[in-house]
């Protein structure tokens, strides 16, 4: 197979059929073979219905229907899962990614990088979403690679670097994070973007708020799920030694110079307290980095490009 394209859904009833009629009408001037994936994740119109029509009238479209919304990630997931595509593209569902972009993106996958992230410069949303977009990417540009919009759905990729992502949650935001830190060639290009006609956007500010947890602990799972007793170990070392010293301190005024440790009763709190959170934080290091040690021991901590000979 040539080529796959990868559509999330979630109620887009409105959308699907000229979605489908764009998309097929540049896959066929592009390519020889091609496969359609639509993921239906618990919609509450008739996307299904939409859906299972145009698989019944085009043996192109494959249509993967979930038993209730598990979101964007899940769905992005199901649909890798089951692209066999050569090259794999994913694409927003309601039209406001253009599928003219589609053989842009693939002949630049084909210089030599394994994905190519669409970059909506001239973006078609609310001023809010572009706001908080704005943070989300400056934020992920820290650990990841150098593009402008981590939270474009359009994208193509290679097969071997889409077999390789493992979404959860709203992780599809940080594929191009997750990618890069896996060595794999990341670029961006140009698309367009369209201004959604049917239907609602389904990332209000309590879904964007999600996400922002989502971005805090992704940057922390890039930084130290490796060794993540050195981060909270490190920390929780601090507090037990400025605990430590503080209770010294008045253990040599009381014992060396007489004075009274009741009357520096705070003080003494203190270095109790400190001493305590920084062993408990300490235990949470070692806790998390057993945590990491069962994570690490099912999947390999480094991802090959080749092998010869082997
Ligand atoms: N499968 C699935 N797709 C979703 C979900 N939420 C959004 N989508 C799809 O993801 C794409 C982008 O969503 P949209 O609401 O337009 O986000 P926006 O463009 O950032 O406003 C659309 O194709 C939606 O149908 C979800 O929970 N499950
Ligand atoms: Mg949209």
Redesign the pocket.
């Known amino acids: 197979m040539e080529i796959s394209v990868v559509?999330?859904?979630?109620?887009?009833a409105k959308n699907l059929k000229k979605l489908h009629e764009e998309t097929r009408e540049v896959l066929k001037n592009n390519f020889e073979e091609w496969e359609e994936i639509y993921?239906?994740?618990?919609s509450e119109d008739n996307s299904y219905r939409v859906l299972e029509k145009l698989s019944e009238d085009d043996d192109h479209v494959k249509v993967i229907k979930?038993r209730r919304?598990?979101?964007?990630s899940?769905?992005?997931m199901a649909g890798f899962d089951h692209a066999e595509g050569d090259v794999v593209v994913s694409?927003?569902?309601?039209l406001?990614n253009d599928p003219k972009d589609i053989p842009k993106l693939v002949d630049k996958l084909k210089e030599g990088y394994d994905c190519v992230s669409g970059w909506r410069k001239n973006r078609k949303?609310s001023i809010g979403?572009r706001f908080s977009s704005w943070v989300q990417t400056h934020l992920s540009m820290r650990t990841g690679p150098d593009i402008h919009d981590f939270?474009c759905?359009l994208k193509a990729y290679r097969k071997e670097a889409v077999k390789d992502i493992n979404l959860y949650g709203e992780g599809h935001r940080y594929i191009p994070a997750k990618l890069y830190k896996s060595g794999y060639k990341i670029t961006e290009m140009e698309v367009n973007h369209r201004p959604?006609k049917h239907?609602?956007?389904?990332?209000g500010t309590g879904r964007l708020f999600r996400g922002f947890y989502d971005l805090i602990f992704s940057y922390f799972w890039n930084q130290f799920s490796v060794r993540p007793l050195h981060f909270l170990g490190g920390i929780g070392t601090v507090f037990m030694s400025v605990g430590f010293f503080i209770g010294l301190y008045r253990v040599i005024m009381k014992y060396a110079f007489g004075v009274p440790v009741l009357p520096h009763l705070a003080q003494l709190l203190l270095a109790v307290g400190l001493l305590l959170f920084g062993f408990l934080l300490f235990m949470f290091g070692i806790l998390a980095e057993m945590l990491a040690k069962t994570y690490y021991e099912e999947r390999k901590p480094y991802v090959v490009e080749e092998k010869k000979g082997l």
């Open positions: 559509f999330p859904v979630y109620n887009e993921v239906e994740d618990g979930f919304n598990f979101g964007q899940a769905a992005l694409m927003d569902a309601d406001q949303d979403k939270g759905t959604r239907g609602r956007t389904k990332y």
